[in-house]
């Protein structure tokens, strides 16, 4: 779902640059680039749909321990700090098994559309393409 003019989608995950300073330090997951970032949060005993974009990349970066993740055919859990790298066209779903919500940082690189998902189960039975 790429538009003309988008940003170039990554095909590998991103350097991520920790930097030391004297109160501790961070971690830059996007310098000067264009992305869109979101927090998603997952209550117990839901999951997202297993879903995959063509126009877009995701590094998610697990927030709560007990969030689980599946990315193709492997489902795992995590725990948090925990970062994966969703390449464009790779099946994916978060879930939240556990009796607590769960959040994950979501890092899009490429061109955010929510017209770009495409469905391939869905516990909510939405439409296969699109919102």
């Given at each position: 779902?790429s538009?003309?003019?988008?940003?170039?989608?990554?095909s590998?995950?991103?350097?991520?640059?920790?930097?030391?300073?004297?109160w501790g330090?961070?971690?830059?997951y996007?310098?000067n680039?264009?992305?869109?970032v979101?927090?998603?949060?997952?209550?117990?005993g839901?999951?997202?749909?297993?879903?995959?974009?063509?126009?877009?990349a995701e590094?998610?970066i697990?927030?709560?321990?007990g969030?689980?993740v599946?990315?193709?055919?492997?489902?795992?859990?995590?725990?948090?700090g925990d970062e994966?790298?969703?390449?464009?066209?790779?099946k994916?779903?978060l879930?939240?098994?556990?009796s607590?919500?769960?959040r994950v940082?979501e890092?899009a690189f490429?061109?955010?559309?929510?017209?770009?998902i495409?469905r391939?189960?869905?516990?909510?039975?939405r439409?296969?393409?699109g919102?």
């Amino acid at each position: 779902m790429s538009r003309p003019g988008a940003q170039p989608i990554p095909s590998a995950k991103p350097p991520v640059r920790r930097v030391e300073r004297p109160w501790g330090s961070f971690r830059q997951y996007a310098h000067n680039q264009p992305c869109t970032v979101s927090l998603m949060t997952v209550q117990p005993g839901q999951r997202l749909s297993l879903q995959s974009h063509t126009g877009r990349a995701e590094l998610w970066i697990v927030l709560d321990a007990g969030a689980v993740v599946q990315t193709g055919e492997t489902e795992r859990e995590c725990q948090a700090g925990d970062e994966i790298w969703i390449s464009a066209n790779e099946k994916h779903r978060l879930a939240c098994p556990g009796s607590r919500p769960v959040r994950v940082l979501e890092i899009a690189f490429g061109d955010w559309a929510q017209a770009d998902i495409t469905r391939y189960a869905d516990d909510f039975h939405r439409p296969a393409r699109g919102e």
